[in-house]
């Protein structure tokens, strides 16, 4: 069965070092999202992406964040500046359908920021 | 707001016993109704979905939920709890119609399952 997959597991940067987290979607699925989860605390929508572009953002993916699809499978999420506060749970998202329809998850990068 | 609520964090069952785990939502728009798992290392799996229509839905490994519009709730059961179902469950809630893309995710509930 087809499974988003992403790199790494485990992420553990330094406070104000840029990280880059990797995904890769199921392969006709032409939606792609990132969530994020703080420890204890609610999946959190960042940003969905389409056709090359960000379709919708969360009031937390700010000028520190951006997402690009480099080549045809992957679909990454760079944090420029990474804070203490972006510690969390990473889930990449596709879907093949727009909207929420069903959208299949990842099994998350944890990010540790120190 | 948007939101949605789970309000049993922590709940334990003996395996074979019945479950039922909560979901209450607040939506301005018609709702789209999910049940996910995560298992420990794992990714969210959906367990069932509703959309529309019939308003109990059944869904895999056994689970089943049940949309109730007057009471704004998505509750999900199971009739016979299995040791492997021990993992954490999440509602989320997501717009009909496309309006937007995300997913509203609860708290989520972490189920213990005893021998």
């Known amino acids: 069965e087809p499974e988003v997959t992403q790199t790494p597991s485990h992420q553990v940067t330094q406070m104000g070092q840029e990280v880059i987290l990797r995904c890769v979607p199921i392969?006709?699925?032409?939606?792609f999202y990132w969530y994020r989860q703080i420890l204890g605390q609610k999946v959190e929508f960042l940003v969905s992406f389409y056709n090359n572009e960000i379709s919708e953002k969360s009031e937390i993916f700010d000028d520190q964040f951006s997402v690009e699809r480099p080549d045809g499978s992957n679909f990454t999420l760079k944090i420029r500046s990474t804070k203490l506060e972006d510690s969390a749970m990473y889930f990449c998202?596709?879907?093949?359908?727009?909207?929420?329809?069903?959208?299949?998850f990842g099994p998350g990068t944890r990010l540790t920021v120190t | 707001a948007q939101s949605v609520t789970q309000p049993d964090i922590h709940i334990t069952v003996s395996e074979g016993a019945s479950l039922e785990l909560r979901c209450n939502y607040s939506?301005?728009?018609?709702?789209?109704l999910f049940w996910y798992v995560q298992s420990p290392g794992q990714g969210l799996q959906l367990l069932l979905k509703?959309?529309?229509?019939?308003?109990l839905v059944q869904g895999i490994k056994g689970f089943e939920a049940e949309f109730k519009r007057s009471q704004s709730s998505f509750n999900l059961r199971k009739p016979s709890v299995h040791w492997s179902d021990a993992a954490e469950y999440f509602c989320?809630?997501?717009?009909?119609?496309?309006?937007?893309?995300?997913?509203?995710f609860g708290t989520g509930t972490l189920l213990a399952v005893q021998p």
């Open positions: 998202a596709s879907s093949e359908p727009p909207g929420p329809g069903e959208q299949y």
């Open positions: 392969s006709n699925h032409l939606y």
């Open positions: 989320a809630v997501g717009a009909a119609g496309g309006a937007t893309n995300k997913l509203i």
């Open positions: 939506y301005g728009a018609t709702p789209y």
């Open positions: 509703y959309f529309s229509g019939d308003t």
